[in-house]
């Protein structure tokens, strides 16, 4: 059972445009929401993190929106650059200790 | 600043041999440490995590242990490995405290032949 999902395996995006990546959980009770950037080969990086008492948090060209009725979070990437090419990770917790990640999405930024 | 080492960064195995990942956090006391697997096309599946020295805390039911002997300090072992087993390990670490990311280390490749 899947608790994070994330239904879009690949995402093309013209560079300068805006990437969506999109996000689906289950579990009402996550408190605590992250996006992580993947590179081949590299452990994955942390990017931005939400908690459930907040629908935004941004961070330079990320943001993240969370929508807590739809049980839906999404990370825009404005604007989008080739470098921001790699599998992105969303993840959700409950409490303090464990960590939940959905399947990733390849992001292909064109130049 | 915290640092997490992870070695070997790549690992080809033979079926039936044992095995043994470590990893090593710097700069932070006390962390909660992470055993994560992601097999190809795949999520990162948890393995095991740790709040203290001597805890460990097993997700799935598998060929696999870990220890803990000392405060920033993890391992991944088995005795037998399998062909399943085969896929890209991840150490993570994370300061106490709630609403805290995980920091991962680059991984380890291990392809069992």
């Known amino acids: 059972d899947q608790q994070v999902k994330q239904n879009s395996p690949s995402l093309s995006v013209q560079e300068g445009r805006i990437s969506i990546l999109n996000c689906d959980y289950t579990n009402s009770m996550f408190d605590y929401f992250l996006w992580y950037k993947k590179y081949p080969a590299e452990g994955p990086t942390f990017l931005i993190s939400i908690s459930s008492i907040k629908d935004k948090n941004e961070d330079g060209r990320f943001t993240v929106f969370l929508n807590k009725s739809a049980k839906h979070l999404s990370l825009h990437i404005v604007p989008s650059q080739p470098g921001d090419s790699a599998v992105y990770f969303c993840a959700a917790r409950e409490g303090g200790f464990k960590t939940i990640f959905g399947a990733g999405t390849r992001l292909f930024v064109k130049a | 600043s915290q640092t997490i080492h992870q070695w070997p960064a790549t690992l080809v195995q033979p079926v039936g041999s044992p095995l043994s990942l470590e990893c090593t956090v710097e700069g932070t006391s006390n962390p909660n440490l992470y055993w994560y697997r992601q097999a190809a096309g795949r999520g990162l599946q948890l393995l095991f995590y740790?709040?203290?020295?001597?805890?460990i805390s097993s997700e799935v039911p598998q060929n696999l242990s870990a220890s803990r002997p000392q405060d920033r300090q993890f391992i991944l072992s088995s005795k037998k490995l399998l062909l399943s087993d085969s896929g890209f390990y991840l150490c993570?670490?994370?300061?106490?405290?709630?609403?805290?990311?995980?920091?991962f280390g680059d991984g380890t490749r291990l392809s069992i032949l």
């Open positions: 740790s709040v203290g020295i001597g805890q």
């Open positions: 993570a670490w994370m300061e106490r405290g709630f609403n805290q990311p995980q920091h």
